[in-house]
């Protein structure tokens, strides 16, 4: 047996490791070859398609005026106890790299945490997701920042929210998982805003669902705040897509089915400073695609909201790709009050160039870089809270008459999911 030291936990058969690097690694080798072959070849008649649809233009960022920045993460943990479910969502925010002619808005970081002791039940960890996004939401809406970076698509929040609400009618959520979802705790950030001394409270679901729409028009088309979403894992691809439905030949078709993202293939086809799209968030692919839709018959005002305000909003979204000038290809999506202005969508830019040239292996904006740091390191204080809840347990607080061996055992952990 081989054990790394790194961690106590981890221990490896040496014959797996053997067979890695014999076999494994040979065709992964041989496979990315013939990818990036097949890549080379076709990569100057896609950039042609593109110039030839006008989706690939030269944008430099205005280096005379840099916006603030700020970005939002969230996160959610559940640690299955013997007896119960420890559970925590969390969501933070954080300040971008300043600009040399501002001044910061913040000390430190903002944050919403609630820990807590819950029954089991399956849906917990879709209401955990929605409680999640609706603390993102809330933050990033009332930021006091020009470029407010959202972490992941925009249309995350939407799935979020309705996975949650489902469960929610199906009776599959913890009571008090239920509560936080749809009502407010006692958290307080205070003050908000440094400079005016604004406070934030815990958000109800009814705010959350205003900032998301808000949040979706740009604020009614507000011209000195931009909200920008920015994904790291990307699963949908709308460039290759939409270059498949541009090409006849059945092999150059096939060609573009390589295994290599947009955002790779844009790496080897882009110069630094070039911009492609937009595309679709929302991909209507064809007239009779259905449309999104939000289904909740337990809560019709809610279902309004979704259908009437938020989903008409979210398909007027667009996707774009950029080469940073040191680093490869960001993704970002924005509204199209503005895509479709120029000044806008060149305000977005040179704040994300700002914020990522400091550090160009960090392929996102510095302050979502940050959070999610910070955000996903909340686990382990968890870790806290099943430590200190179990020492009040065995210390006699609880004033329980049961032996201290099967306490222990209620909180004995053998599973951990998280997001």
Avoid at 59 to 72: L, N, R
């Amino acid at each position: 047996m081989t054990q790394y030291e790194e961690s106590e936990d981890i221990y490896i058969p040496e014959a797996i490791i053997k067979k890695i690097l014999e076999k494994d690694i040979e065709r992964a080798k041989e496979k990315m070859g013939k990818n990036l072959e097949t890549v080379s070849d076709i990569l100057e008649d896609l950039r042609e398609e593109l110039e030839h649809d006008k989706k690939l233009s030269t944008v430099y960022p205005d280096t005379s005026a840099i916006p603030t920045t700020c970005g939002a993460d969230g996160s959610y943990t559940i640690q299955r106890l013997l007896g119960w479910d420890l559970v925590q969502v969390a969501a933070i925010i954080v300040e971008g790299m300043t600009p040399p002619q501002n001044t910061r808005y913040w000390a430190d970081p903002k944050f919403f945490v609630h820990s807590s002791i819950v029954a089991r039940m399956d849906g917990n960890t879709n209401v955990l997701r929605g409680t999640m996004v609706k603390l993102e939401l809330h933050l990033i809406r009332h930021a006091p920042h020009e470029v407010k970076f959202i972490d992941g698509s925009i249309k995350t929040p939407f799935i979020y929210f309705h996975q949650a609400f489902k469960q929610i009618e199906q009776n599959n959520v913890s009571e008090e998982l239920y509560q936080i979802f749809l009502e407010r705790t006692d958290d307080v950030i205070a003050p908000y805003s440094d400079e005016t001394g604004d406070r934030l409270e815990f958000p109800t679901i009814e705010e959350s669902l205003s900032d998301y729409a808000l949040i979706l028009t740009n604020e009614n088309g507000r011209s000195d705040r931009y909200y920008v979403a920015v994904p790291k894992a990307i699963t949908t691809s709308y460039l290759t897509e939409y270059l498949q439905n541009k090409v006849d030949d059945k092999e150059s078709k096939n060609s573009i089915k390589v295994l290599i993202d947009d955002r790779g293939l844009l790496n080897l086809m882009l110069n630094p400073h070039e911009l492609v799209g937009p595309f679709d968030v929302v991909k209507q692919e064809n007239e009779g695609d259905e449309r999104l839709h939000f289904t909740s018959g337990k809560f019709p005002k809610y279902t309004k909201i979704f259908n009437d305000k938020i989903i008409p909003e979210l398909e007027k979204w667009k996707v774009y790709y950029y080469k940073l000038p040191k680093g490869g290809v960001v993704r970002f999506e924005v509204p199209s009050v503005v895509a479709n202005h120029k000044s806008k969508l060149r305000k977005v830019i040179t704040g994300i160039v700002h914020n990522t040239q400091a550090y160009p292996a960090i392929l996102e904006p510095y302050p979502l870089y940050l959070a999610d740091k910070m955000v996903k390191s909340t686990t382990y204080t968890l870790k806290i809270v099943r430590e200190q809840l179990l020492y009040h347990a065995l210390s006699g607080n609880l004033n329980v008459n049961i032996d201290p061996y099967n306490l222990v055992l209620l909180f004995n952990m053998y599973r951990t999911r998280e997001g």
